[in-house]
């Protein structure tokens, strides 16, 4: 059974940094790229950043790909994405996903 479990939220300020952590369980193919989701309240859910399993190789939304970065450690079976210059509308539950399997979330507050 896979568990995607997501962790590193909390509450900032406009202009800082938080990091979050998103580690997997069970078996799943490397072929699945990993990636980041996010939904603030009254929109849909979005995607933000992925990255392949077996290549490292990242990618990313528009409205992030110069503030956001996405990593792996393939030992710890955990991605990461680090946010900096956080914004007011960077503020959503941000969810990790992988295969269809999806993580409880995790709340990022940013205020101005």
């Known amino acids: 059974q896979v568990q995607v479990v997501e962790s590193g939220g909390g509450l900032v300020q406009a202009g800082e940094s938080l990091s979050l952590s998103c580690t997997v369980s069970?078996?799943?193919?490397?072929?699945?790229?990993r990636g980041w989701f996010r939904q603030a309240p009254g929109k849909e859910r979005e995607f933000v950043a992925g990255?392949?399993?077996?290549?490292?190789?990242?990618f990313y939304e528009n409205s992030v790909k110069d503030r956001f970065t996405v990593s792996r450690d393939k030992a710890k079976n955990t991605i990461y994405l680090q946010m900096n210059s956080l914004k007011p509308e960077d503020t959503a539950v941000y969810y990790c996903?992988?295969?269809?399997?999806w993580g409880q979330g995790t709340q990022v507050t940013v205020s101005s």
């Open positions: 069970g078996h799943v193919s490397s072929v699945y790229a």
């Open positions: 996903a992988v295969d269809q399997q």
């Open positions: 990255i392949g399993w077996d290549d490292g190789n990242p």
